[in-house]
Every structure is written in structure tokens, then in C-alpha cells.
């Protein structure tokens, strides 16, 4: 499908109604595009790109658009509307300058992936995935006591409170599988004024504003679906349920009487923009096994700070603790399957972590320099007032343990070592395997230490320490071939068809 274009106009103050003009024109492309009603929501809530250019035919009408930000971008035109992807990803590229921008890219959008390939963008381990259910009544019912009903007139207050209850994510794990983060302590955007915006929305109905009302008359949840009536197609954007609510069925309910009600005003399905990765597995699981069934609508692509793809991969575990700091993960370090990253953790620029290792950080903080690696099933803990950490260029063998302890620069640790409490290790030393360096004890720099409890040997030569540092090199080789091996939105998808889902499961912050 191709268009006549007029041109493409970056948007500034919006002074032609751009923004207002984007729903009319997603309404035709969705699901090959965001929903209008999450594009409301995006911009009720603050959340839309900082940069939006549109493109207009000879009429005038809007054909096309895209958005950049530092951490999200997207093209969305109509499919096969080859004139019009090739303006806006130009412009995509040119906002995007440098930086590793994640960029959207739904099925049937070939052209802009195939333009995206050729610029060095790869995919990431996140799909563009959703889950969808008919506009159909399933006879599901709130439990005895709640009751699932419109906002009333007054209630407006009440609904902000509620959901920013329900959405301050303290207990959402940090990755996103690319190695951003969710800071534990941050609140929803939403307020009295988003939800102001909601309500002018031109897809927003009353009548699909919902709340639970608990038992003693306070709201136990919130949501809101927005219903496209040209395409049929409702988003429930967002659902939430206050914690002491939560554990009932109610996110599932809820999200099954939306679909009761969207088939009631004429709507054919029911859209969730939901994950399936471990960060949100939970909710997935929870819509999954109410009746909810997987979409695959695209992945996200970004452009490597060099050849091969680090980060996070899905099975791997990254995790924010209550009323701390979330990891902070360089945008090129690797964190391998089944790796476990918890608390106050920071990974520097090529640093690695392996399978199985564990790093958790609940007392002290655990660093990590840069280039240096955790090989697999290591262990790296901490105590009140022993922080551990590793220098740059240091590599640490398979089922090691690091408690509480300094390891200098440029030092390999080897095979099942263990090192205790306020111990340092001086730069460029070598630990043999299975040595165990006692609480406090300092290794001078350039040691061979082996033993039981560990004793300096020698002094290593200018040859045994260039090994070292090749050592360490060698391992940020191998993360960069593991890293091009994470599996695709494709792999991941296909096993969550596979997969058996718990229904018992609810969302832990819905």
C-alpha cells in the first residue's frame, strides 16, 4: 500500500493537532501498531517519546509517524506503505544519532527492520508480545462482597489513589532484559491531571472505566479499556489491584468482565499489552490461565555499542530489593541464563556474570569492574559493613565464593576458591583452585597463593601477569558469542506456548 506524501513535519507544540490526529490514524493499522487507547494513555501519563514527527498525504491526512527517546522509538504506518517508513525511519535515525535506542517494530513491518538491520540494529531478547480474549461473557463473577462497577461521579480522587497504590512497583524485578531498570521507589505517573487528560480522550467511555469495590466500600482495583469501535479491538490499559487485595482472582476477573463488556457496546477483542518474560511473568501467567492467549506482534531491535548483542538475557534474574537501589547494569555487560543479580549490585562496561552465578547485595554493596567476569555457579555475597568488590580486568573461576572482600585489579580467582570477610587481595595476584584466603587477611600485589588456609608462594613474572589480563580479555570475547546466542522474541514465545501456566498464579503488582 503506498501513499502520495506531502512530507513529514516534526512535531513542536503540536500547533497542527498532530497528537490528536495519531488515534484516528492507529485505529486502521492496529495490531501492526500501538492501540489507541494505549497512544492515550502514553499520553495522558507523560509517557510518549520526546521526540514525534508526522507525515501527511496531499490532503492533508495523517499517514504515518514516529517517535524517538533516549529508550524508545517507533515507526508506525500503514503495512507495506514502503515511501512512508522510509521518511520517518530517515528521520528515526538522524534523532537517534548515537545512541542505542530500542526501537519497536511490529509484524508485517519489513521494510523498517530490513532499513534497521542495515544500520547495525539487532534484535533484543524483549518481543512486542501482548495477550488477547474474545469481547465475550465467560460468566466469571467477583467473589462474594466485591463488586466490579463504572467510576462514579466524585470517585475521581479515589481511582488516583487506588491505582498509584496498586502500580508503585516495589516488588517489580529490575531487568527488562536489556539491562534497564525500574527504580524500586518510583510512583506511577498518573495523577488527578493524567487521569483529567483520560477522560477527554476520544476513545475513553465511562462505561469502561472500572473499579472494584471491596467489601467495606474502599476500591480493591482499577482499569480502564479503551474501545476502538472501527476496528473492534479494546485495550485494558492499565489494571491494577492494591496489594491487600491481591491473591483473590481479582486482576483476572477483572479483566474477564472487561471482555464481557466490550462485547456488550459492539467490541469483537480484548488486548492486554503484556510480557512474557521473567520481570512480568506473573500477570502473564495469571491472564494465560483465565483465558488470555499469546500475541506475537513484533520485537524490539537496538544498535549495539559494538558487534554481538550483551545484556540481560530472560532467564537470567535481576532484581530490585524493597527500599533499595536497583542493580545498575552497564548497557554492555552480559548476565547469562540462570544468573541470579539481586540487591545492590553494579556491573561496569564488559563485565560478565555466568550461568548460576549468584550476586546478592541485601547489606552492603557488591561492585563489579569493568572487563572483569563471573564464571558459572559463583557465589558473591556480603555482611553489615563488608561491601565486596572486584576490579577491573579480574576474573573469577566456576563455583568460586567472594564474601565481604576486595579483589585488586587484573587478578584471576581460580576454580572453587573462596575468599572471606575484609580480606583483600592485591593487584595482579593469582589464587589457585580451591585456596581459601581467610577473614581480613591481605595478599600482597603480584601473588601466587595456594592453600588451605592460604599462603603466598611467590611472585608472579611480567608473563604470568600479562596472562592474567588475557585471561580476562578472553572471557569478554566469549561473553560477546553467548551474548549473540540469547534467545529471540520467537524462541521465547514459542516456548510460552509450551509452557504450562499455574492458575492459582496473580500479578504481584498488577
Request: with cysteine; hydrophobic share 45%; proline share 7%.
Amino acid at each position: 500500500m503506498t501513499h502520495a506524501a506531502a512530507g513529514l513535519t516534526e512535531i513542536t507544540d503540536d500547533p497542527d493537532g498532530a497528537v490528536r490526529d495519531i488515534p484516528r490514524a492507529l485505529s486502521a493499522w492496529f495490531p501492526a501498531s500501538t492501540h489507541p487507547g494505549g497512544f492515550a494513555w502514553e499520553v495522558a501519563t507523560g509517557q510518549l517519546p520526546d521526540r514525534i514527527a508526522v507525515v501527511r498525504d496531499e490532503a492533508g491526512a495523517l499517514i504515518g509517524w514516529a517517535a524517538c527517546s533516549e529508550d524508545d522509538a517507533r515507526v508506525e504506518c500503514a503495512p507495506g506503505d514502503d515511501a512512508t517508513t522510509d521518511m520517518l525511519a530517515e528521520w528515526l535515525l538522524d534523532a537517534a544519532g548515537d545512541a542505542r535506542t530500542s526501537v519497536a517494530v511490529h509484524r508485517g513491518q519489513e521494510r523498517l527492520r530490513g532499513i534497521l538491520a542495515g544500520r547495525g540494529f539487532a534484535d533484543e531478547a524483549v518481543p512486542l508480545a501482548g495477550l488477547r480474549h474474545p469481547a465475550r461473557d465467560t460468566g466469571a463473577r467477583p467473589p462474594s462482597g466485591y463488586r466490579i462497577r463504572p467510576v462514579g461521579d466524585g470517585e475521581e480522587e479515589a481511582k488516583v489513589a487506588a491505582h498509584r497504590r496498586a502500580w508503585k512497583p516495589v516488588e517489580l524485578p529490575f531487568t527488562d532484559g536489556c539491562g534497564d531498570g525500574i527504580d524500586p521507589d518510583a510512583e506511577s505517573r498518573f495523577d488527578a491531571v493524567g487521569y483529567a487528560a483520560v477522560r477527554r480522550a476520544a476513545v475513553y467511555r465511562r462505561e469502561l472505566d472500572l473499579v472494584i469495590e471491596a467489601p467495606d466500600g474502599s476500591l480493591a482495583g482499577t482499569c480502564t479499556a479503551w474501545l476502538d469501535p472501527a476496528s473492534g479491538w479494546a485495550e485494558l490499559e492499565p489494571l491494577g489491584i492494591v496489594p491487600e487485595h491481591r491473591r483473590r482472582g481479582l486482576a483476572q476477573i477483572l479483566a474477564l468482565d472487561v471482555c464481557r463488556r466490550v462485547g456488550e457496546l459492539g467490541g469483537r477483542d480484548v488486548f492486554i499489552n503484556a510480557s512474557p518474560l521473567p520481570y512480568y511473568r506473573a500477570p502473564w501467567d495469571a491472564y494465560a490461565a483465565a483465558g488470555f492467549a499469546p500475541m506475537e506482534r513484533g520485537a524490539r531491535m537496538r544498535r549495539p555499542a559494538y558487534p554481538g548483542r550483551m545484556t540481560v538475557d530472560p532467564q537470567a534474574t535481576v532484581r530490585a530489593l524493597p527500599g533499595s537501589p536497583a542493580p545498575d547494569i552497564a548497557p554492555d555487560a552480559l548476565v547469562a541464563a540462570g544468573a541470579r543479580v539481586v540487591g545492590r549490585v553494579t556491573l561496569a562496561a564488559g563485565s560478565s556474570v555466568w550461568f548460576n552465578a549468584v550476586l546478592r547485595a541485601e547489606a552492603a554493596d557488591i561492585a563489579i569492574g569493568a572487563g572483569s567476569n563471573l564464571q558459572d555457579n559463583v557465589s558473591c555475597h556480603v555482611d553489615a559493613g563488608f561491601p565486596l568488590t572486584v576490579g577491573q580486568g579480574v576474573s573469577v573461576g566456576h563455583n568460586a565464593v567472594l564474601h565481604g572482600c576486595t579483589i585488586e585489579d587484573d587478578c584471576i580467582v581460580g576454580m572453587s576458591a573462596t575468599v572471606m570477610n575484609g580480606a583483600v587481595v592485591g593487584r595482579e595476584s593469582l589464587l589457585a583452585g580451591g585456596t581459601v584466603v581467610l577473614e581480613g587477611q591481605v595478599i600482597p600485589p603480584r601473588s601466587l597463593v595456594a592453600g588451605v588456609p592460604g599462603k603466598v608462594r611467590r611472585e608472579l613474572t611480567d608473563e604470568e601477569v600479562a596472562g592474567l589480563r588475557a585471561n580476562a580479555a578472553h572471557y569478554v570475547e566469549n561473553a560477546r558469542l553467548h551474548a549473540g546466542a540469547i534467545p529471540t522474541p520467537a524462541v521465547l514465545l514459542g516456548a510460552e506456548r509450551a509452557a504450562a501456566t499455574d492458575p492459582g498464579r496473580e500479578e504481584g503488582t498488577a
